[in-house]
Protein backbone atom coordinates (compact mmCIF):
# COMPACT_ATOMS: atom_id res chain seq x y z
CA UNK A 1 0.00 0.00 0.00
CA UNK A 2 2.74 1.93 0.51
CA UNK A 3 4.62 1.45 -2.67
CA UNK A 4 1.62 2.04 -4.21
CA UNK A 5 1.27 5.69 -3.36
CA UNK A 6 4.73 6.38 -4.75
CA UNK A 7 4.97 8.19 -8.13
CA UNK A 8 7.40 7.88 -11.07
CA UNK A 9 10.66 9.57 -9.67
CA UNK A 10 9.96 8.92 -5.85
CA UNK A 11 12.47 6.56 -4.37
CA UNK A 12 12.97 4.19 -1.42
CA UNK A 13 15.61 3.93 1.08
CA UNK A 14 17.07 0.09 0.66
CA UNK A 15 16.73 -2.52 -2.02
CA UNK A 16 17.61 -6.30 -1.67
CA UNK A 17 17.79 -8.40 -4.85
CA UNK A 18 17.94 -10.74 -6.70
CA UNK A 19 17.23 -12.97 -3.91
CA UNK A 20 16.22 -16.88 -4.08
CA UNK A 21 17.63 -19.11 -6.80
CA UNK A 22 17.66 -17.76 -10.29
CA UNK A 23 15.21 -20.35 -12.67
CA UNK A 24 17.08 -22.21 -15.57
CA UNK A 25 15.91 -23.15 -18.51
CA UNK A 26 18.48 -25.36 -20.79
CA UNK A 27 17.15 -27.47 -23.20
CA UNK A 28 13.57 -26.68 -23.09
CA UNK A 29 11.68 -26.59 -26.43
CA UNK A 30 8.04 -27.07 -25.78
CA UNK A 31 6.61 -25.06 -22.88
CA UNK A 32 3.52 -23.68 -21.67
CA UNK A 33 3.96 -20.83 -19.45
CA UNK A 34 0.39 -20.05 -17.21
CA UNK A 35 -0.54 -17.13 -15.76
CA UNK A 36 -3.19 -17.23 -12.77
CA UNK A 37 -4.32 -13.45 -12.30
CA UNK A 38 -1.55 -11.05 -10.88
CA UNK A 39 0.43 -13.98 -11.42
CA UNK A 40 0.63 -13.29 -14.88
CA UNK A 41 2.93 -10.12 -14.50
CA UNK A 42 5.33 -12.95 -13.01
CA UNK A 43 4.91 -15.44 -15.93
CA UNK A 44 5.63 -12.61 -18.28
CA UNK A 45 9.52 -12.77 -18.07
CA UNK A 46 9.81 -16.62 -17.67
CA UNK A 47 7.90 -16.79 -21.33
CA UNK A 48 9.99 -14.08 -22.34
CA UNK A 49 13.43 -15.72 -21.72
CA UNK A 50 11.79 -19.00 -22.61
CA UNK A 51 10.97 -17.30 -26.14
CA UNK A 52 14.98 -15.47 -26.80
CA UNK A 53 16.31 -18.91 -25.79
CA UNK A 54 14.21 -20.60 -28.80
CA UNK A 55 11.72 -22.23 -27.25
CA UNK A 56 8.21 -22.90 -28.51
CA UNK A 57 6.14 -20.66 -26.05
CA UNK A 58 2.49 -21.21 -25.16
CA UNK A 59 0.98 -19.01 -22.99
CA UNK A 60 -2.44 -19.09 -21.06
CA UNK A 61 -3.39 -16.80 -18.64
CA UNK A 62 -6.75 -16.17 -16.53
CA UNK A 63 -8.58 -13.79 -15.25
CA UNK A 64 -12.00 -13.88 -13.27
CA UNK A 65 -13.91 -11.26 -15.97
CA UNK A 66 -12.18 -9.22 -18.89
CA UNK A 67 -11.85 -6.26 -16.52
CA UNK A 68 -9.29 -8.03 -14.71
CA UNK A 69 -7.13 -8.96 -17.73
CA UNK A 70 -3.55 -7.44 -17.41
CA UNK A 71 -0.67 -7.24 -19.93
CA UNK A 72 -2.48 -9.22 -23.03
CA UNK A 73 -0.57 -7.52 -25.94
CA UNK A 74 2.50 -7.74 -23.69
CA UNK A 75 2.50 -11.56 -23.72
CA UNK A 76 1.39 -11.74 -26.81
CA UNK A 77 4.62 -10.48 -28.00
CA UNK A 78 6.51 -13.17 -25.62
CA UNK A 79 5.22 -16.16 -26.95
CA UNK A 80 3.83 -18.54 -29.99
CA UNK A 81 0.25 -18.67 -28.74
CA UNK A 82 -1.86 -16.56 -26.04
CA UNK A 83 -4.97 -18.17 -24.59
CA UNK A 84 -6.70 -15.86 -22.18
CA UNK A 85 -9.31 -17.20 -20.21
CA UNK A 86 -11.87 -15.74 -17.84
CA UNK A 87 -13.96 -17.86 -14.82
CA UNK A 88 -17.21 -15.85 -16.36
CA UNK A 89 -16.10 -16.08 -20.38
CA UNK A 90 -16.60 -12.05 -20.20
CA UNK A 91 -13.77 -12.07 -23.35
CA UNK A 92 -15.84 -14.78 -24.79
CA UNK A 93 -12.84 -17.69 -23.89
CA UNK A 94 -14.89 -19.37 -21.05
CA UNK A 95 -13.18 -21.83 -18.62
CA UNK A 96 -9.95 -22.03 -15.94
CA UNK A 97 -6.43 -22.09 -16.93
CA UNK A 98 -6.05 -25.95 -16.37
CA UNK A 99 -9.11 -26.85 -19.21
CA UNK A 100 -7.84 -25.01 -21.82
CA UNK A 101 -4.26 -26.59 -21.05
CA UNK A 102 -5.64 -30.34 -20.81
CA UNK A 103 -7.28 -29.46 -23.98
CA UNK A 104 -4.04 -28.08 -25.59
CA UNK A 105 -2.42 -31.54 -24.27
CA UNK A 106 -4.86 -33.63 -25.70
CA UNK A 107 -4.83 -32.19 -28.99
CA UNK A 108 -1.03 -33.39 -29.59
CA UNK A 109 0.68 -30.49 -27.92
CA UNK A 110 3.77 -32.40 -26.09
CA UNK A 111 5.16 -30.05 -23.54
CA UNK A 112 8.58 -31.05 -21.88
CA UNK A 113 7.50 -28.48 -19.58
CA UNK A 114 4.87 -26.53 -17.62
CA UNK A 115 5.21 -23.55 -15.43
CA UNK A 116 2.54 -22.41 -13.13
CA UNK A 117 2.54 -19.20 -11.46
CA UNK A 118 -0.80 -17.54 -9.49
CA UNK A 119 -2.82 -18.23 -6.77
CA UNK A 120 -2.18 -21.70 -4.67
CA UNK A 121 -5.55 -23.60 -5.55
CA UNK A 122 -4.62 -22.89 -9.47
CA UNK A 123 -1.23 -23.81 -9.29
CA UNK A 124 -2.12 -27.19 -7.28
CA UNK A 125 -5.13 -27.80 -9.92
CA UNK A 126 -2.67 -27.59 -12.70
CA UNK A 127 0.29 -29.90 -11.05
CA UNK A 128 -2.46 -32.17 -10.26
CA UNK A 129 -3.31 -32.24 -14.14
CA UNK A 130 0.51 -32.05 -15.28
CA UNK A 131 1.07 -35.06 -13.03
CA UNK A 132 -1.86 -37.00 -14.98
CA UNK A 133 -0.47 -36.47 -18.02
CA UNK A 134 3.71 -37.01 -16.83
CA UNK A 135 4.71 -33.30 -17.67
CA UNK A 136 7.56 -31.79 -15.78
CA UNK A 137 5.50 -29.01 -13.68
CA UNK A 138 7.60 -25.78 -12.03
CA UNK A 139 5.17 -23.73 -9.98
CA UNK A 140 6.52 -20.33 -8.53
CA UNK A 141 5.74 -20.14 -4.55
CA UNK A 142 5.05 -17.00 -2.70
CA UNK A 143 4.31 -17.17 0.96
CA UNK A 144 4.73 -14.37 2.90
CA UNK A 145 7.86 -13.54 3.21
CA UNK A 146 9.13 -11.20 6.10
CA UNK A 147 13.37 -11.19 6.23
CA UNK A 148 13.73 -13.04 2.55
CA UNK A 149 17.19 -14.46 3.78
CA UNK A 150 16.24 -18.01 5.29
CA UNK A 151 16.04 -16.96 8.82
CA UNK A 152 12.83 -15.83 10.01
CA UNK A 153 11.04 -19.04 8.69
CA UNK A 154 8.05 -17.32 8.00
CA UNK A 155 7.74 -18.25 4.70
CA UNK A 156 8.38 -22.43 5.15
CA UNK A 157 6.93 -24.49 2.91
CA UNK A 158 7.37 -28.20 2.63
CA UNK A 159 8.53 -29.90 -1.09
CA UNK A 160 8.86 -33.57 -1.14
CA UNK A 161 8.70 -34.14 2.89
CA UNK A 162 11.17 -31.77 3.40
CA UNK A 163 11.12 -28.38 4.74
CA UNK A 164 11.96 -25.37 2.14
CA UNK A 165 12.53 -21.54 2.46
CA UNK A 166 11.11 -20.25 -0.66
CA UNK A 167 12.97 -16.92 0.07
CA UNK A 168 16.26 -18.64 -0.15
CA UNK A 169 15.45 -22.22 -2.06
CA UNK A 170 12.88 -20.98 -4.61
CA UNK A 171 10.72 -18.91 -5.58
CA UNK A 172 10.81 -21.92 -8.43
CA UNK A 173 9.84 -25.88 -6.78
CA UNK A 174 8.83 -29.08 -8.52
CA UNK A 175 4.93 -28.69 -8.39
CA UNK A 176 4.39 -32.69 -8.16
CA UNK A 177 6.33 -32.17 -5.04
CA UNK A 178 5.17 -29.40 -3.18
CA UNK A 179 2.30 -30.03 -0.27
CA UNK A 180 -0.51 -27.62 -1.56
CA UNK A 181 -2.48 -28.24 1.22
CA UNK A 182 -0.17 -26.88 4.04
CA UNK A 183 0.66 -24.44 2.05
CA UNK A 184 -2.65 -23.33 1.66
CA UNK A 185 -3.59 -23.64 5.59
CA UNK A 186 -0.41 -21.69 6.22
CA UNK A 187 -1.40 -18.75 4.15
CA UNK A 188 -4.42 -18.00 5.93
CA UNK A 189 -2.44 -18.41 9.10
CA UNK A 190 -1.64 -14.60 8.65
CA UNK A 191 -5.09 -13.44 7.35
CA UNK A 192 -5.51 -11.53 10.76
CA UNK A 193 -2.31 -9.75 11.05
CA UNK A 194 -2.91 -8.82 7.52
CA UNK A 195 -6.07 -7.38 8.04
CA UNK A 196 -5.12 -5.57 11.01
CA UNK A 197 -1.65 -4.28 9.53
CA UNK A 198 -3.89 -3.15 6.15
CA UNK A 199 -6.74 -0.88 8.70
CA UNK A 200 -3.24 0.40 10.46
CA UNK A 201 -2.05 1.80 7.65
CA UNK A 202 -5.26 2.59 5.88
CA UNK A 203 -5.47 4.98 9.28
CA UNK A 204 -1.87 6.32 8.52
CA UNK A 205 -2.79 7.04 4.94
CA UNK A 206 -5.58 8.69 5.63
CA UNK A 207 -3.51 10.92 8.40
CA UNK A 208 -1.01 11.25 5.49
CA UNK A 209 -3.77 12.45 3.00
CA UNK A 210 -4.99 15.19 5.57
CA UNK A 211 -1.81 16.36 6.58
CA UNK A 212 -1.84 15.12 10.14
S1 LIG B 1 11.20 -14.91 4.53
FE1 LIG B 1 12.16 -15.45 6.37
S2 LIG B 1 12.92 -17.41 6.03
FE2 LIG B 1 12.06 -16.84 4.13
Known amino acids: ?11 ILDFVGPLGVASHFDGVKNVAVIGGGLGTAIAYPQAKKLNKLGASVDMITGFRNKDLVIIEDMCKSVCDNLYVMTDDGSNGNKGFVTQKLEELINSGKNYDLVIAIGPLVMMKAVSQ ?31 GGETKFACVDGPDFDGHLVDFDSAILRSKMFKDTENQGREKHSCRMEGFENGR
Do not use: A, H, Q, W
Not at 1 to 11: C, R, S, T, V, Y
Not at 142 to 153: A, E, F, L, W, Y
Open 129 to 159: LTKKYGIKTIVSMNPVMIDGTGMCGGCRITV
Open 1 to 11: MLLNILNEGDE
